[in-house]
């Protein structure tokens, strides 16, 4: 099935595939399929460990609180990968009408063998989501650091996603942080960075970080109400069950924090 203006997944697709009168990939979005492709077959494993459980566990309790009060709520999540957001949003509301976005078909494709096939996938990168391609969404996410991968200017990408929610609609969107203890070193505080996912070796992908301030800004200038939290000082430098309870508690605040993460509740 063919979107709006994008091409929706099916099983066996494994190139990137513009959608029709769509602009050419950018340099960016071409080393974000590749690298993505490329890592997407042993992603899961990586991210199978304790610590990564404790992470899934505090977004998952941060979604919860997003979702609405009854069992069908709208939600849309950029940078789906291999099906991480589903299964969370799944398991706090079994009948979510989920809508998945990402410009990797491979991890699209390790998506579809681990669940339903009926999903929603739209194989396609966030950049190309028109202003109009959605309305009225309960929630819109970008968890685990998904929207430092999207090439659009910070208001733009903010303006955007706020036409697509309700009134009193969520979003919570997860950045890489410009001010982590982790910049002290050799990454320094510049505001693109090449990345690598935990414990892959298989090349970078190209990366925005953002500061605390100026994401807080941005969603003032443009009538949001947010807050911000993380995922912990520790996480990407320490990842220790020793420090798993500690990362834990202080990741309800963006100090210093691996990521920034924007809890986005409605119109201010």
């Known amino acids: 099935m063919t ?13 990137y595939r513009p959608a029709a009168g769509a602009d050419l990939p950018t340099e960016w979005l071409k080393r974000q399929t590749r690298y993505w492709d490329t890592v ?44 991480l957001g589903y299964h969370m949003l799944t398991e706090l509301r079994p009948h979510v009408n989920y809508t998945g976005v990402d410009a990797s078909a491979g991890m699209l494709e390790v998506f579809r063998k681990k669940f ?8 396609q990168p966030a950049e190309w989501l028109a202003a109009g391609r959605f309305a009225d969404l309960d929630l819109v996410i970008a968890i685990f650091t998904s929207a ?25 969107l997860s950045f890489l942080n ?38 807080i800004e941005t ?12 995922l912990g000082p520790f996480a990407g430098l320490v990842e220790s069950r020793l420090f798993m ?13 691996h990521t920034i993460d924007v809890v986005i509740t409605g119109r201010g």
């Open 40 to 83: 997407a077959p042993v992603y899961d494993r990586h991210y199978s460990t304790e610590w990564s459980a404790s992470e899934n566990a505090i977004v998952a309790a941060r979604l919860s609180r997003l979702l609405p009060d009854r069992p069908d709520p709208w939600v849309l999540d950029l940078g789906c990968g291999t099906g």
């Open 148 to 172: 430092s991968y999207i090439d659009l200017p910070l208001p733009d990408l903010l303006e955007r996603i706020g036409g697509w929610i309700k009134p009193s609609g969520g979003i919570y």
């Open 245 to 257: 309870k500690a990362n834990a508690v202080l990741s309800n605040s963006s100090l210093f924090g």
């Open 178 to 215: 410009r001010m982590s203890i982790g910049s002290l070193g050799s990454t320094g505080f510049g505001r693109v960075i090449d990345y690598s996912s935990r414990g892959m070796k298989s090349g970078t992908v190209p990366a925005r970080r953002y500061s605390t301030r100026e994401l």
């Open 116 to 123: 339903d096939t009926d999903i929603h996938l739209i194989n």
């Open 219 to 230: 969603c003032r200038a443009l009538g949001l109400s947010a807050n911000v939290v993380s």
């Open 3 to 15: 979107g709006l203006d994008g091409v929706d997944y099916r099983p066996g697709d494994r190139a």
